[in-house]
């Protein structure tokens, strides 16, 4: 809604800014220009937040889930896995036993 607000005001902007290029009186486009920018500063900052405040819950909530705390461990380092292997494997060079 908020930033459907914004995209009105900035056509609107743009609408005054031909109306006034047309009036030719480059002084009172920028004065009106800036008095409209400045009313809808507080209300782009609110839309800012908003979509922070949005990102942050999505975030929160990914690390929450019971999908993020259900994670297997980390798999151990290649070189602690080779190292397991070889003490519990046989030795390859030792002959079969029969």
């Known amino acids: 809604m908020l930033a459907d607000l914004t995209a009105v005001v900035q056509s609107g902007l743009d609408f005054i800014d031909v109306v006034l ?6 002084d009172r486009s920028f004065k009106v220009r800036t008095a409209v920018q400045a009313l809808l500063h507080p209300y782009e900052e609110s839309l800012q937040q ?16 019971s999908a993020a705390t259900s994670l297997p461990p980390p798999s151990p380092s290649p070189e602690l896995a080779a190292k397991h292997a070889r003490s519990t494997s046989p030795s390859l060079t030792s002959p079969p036993s029969l």
Do not use: H, M, V, Y
């Open 21 to 26: 290029a047309r009036d030719g009186n480059a």
């Open 50 to 65: 908003k979509r922070a405040r949005g990102k942050q819950t999505n975030i929160t909530k990914f690390f929450t889930s």
